[in-house]
């Protein structure tokens, strides 16, 4: 099997050489780049399974780069992890809103960085948990665990893996209400260092994504959320669960 590539793109040189060095040591291939400019470039070359983007770069800035990869058309899909300064938890929700799937705050540890490169490629692969990868149909949304793919009234709409597993996952317990904790846990997965609020922020996106059926995903205040429950009729392939949590 073809190892994995990975874009890292650092404008700090003895940065990038510790994280190339350690990704490498992996098994991983690694790519660079040293601006936001070159790294956009890299990753439309190199179509890699994963981008590191550190967010204070020269030039264009991490969050542009992110904003742009994903809207941009091949690689809008690519699983991100941002690298950011310590205390920066502003950054960290404008680029999680923009996307990224995950983060890391300098300083980090070389082994931390490896197992979170590591969950979120299994996460993005294994876009399902709990499911049997199967067709989901509720209403004018369509998801297909098998191609990664989600239709809205038969328009395929692009989602990060985050918000993938985390719209499966809600559509896939339609009525049911879960807490932001167990979203974490159960639907974005153990490895996850997604902070309570984040979640409030991936599910903006989803429901962002879906519009104009954005209520399909309701918020139950003072609990978390859950995917409306539709009417027989609606094609829905699960029943609801009657189990409380
Ligand atoms: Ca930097």
Partial sequence: MASEKIVVIEDEPDILEVLQFNLEREGFE?????????????VEREEPDLVLLDLLLPGVDGLDVCRRLRSSSR???VPIIMVTAKGEESDVVLGLGLGADDYVQKPFSPKELVARVKALLRRSQQPT????????VRGPVVIEPERHR????GEKRDFTPTEFRLLHFLASHPGRVFSRD???NRAIGDQAVVIDRNIDVHIRSV???????RDLIETVRGIGYAFRELSSGD???????ADPF
């Fill in 207 to 213: 429901r962002k994504k879906i519009e104009p059926h």
């Fill in 235 to 241: 094609g829905a392939t699960h029943p609801a669960e």
């Fill in 150 to 153: 989600i239709l809205v009234d």
């Fill in 129 to 136: 948990l709990d499911e049997a990868p199967k067709r989901i």
């Fill in 30 to 42: 690694v790519k660079t780049a040293s601006s936001g400019t070159e790294g956009l470039q890299v």
């Fill in 75 to 77: 690689q809008s899909n």
């Fill in 182 to 184: 167990q979203l974490v």
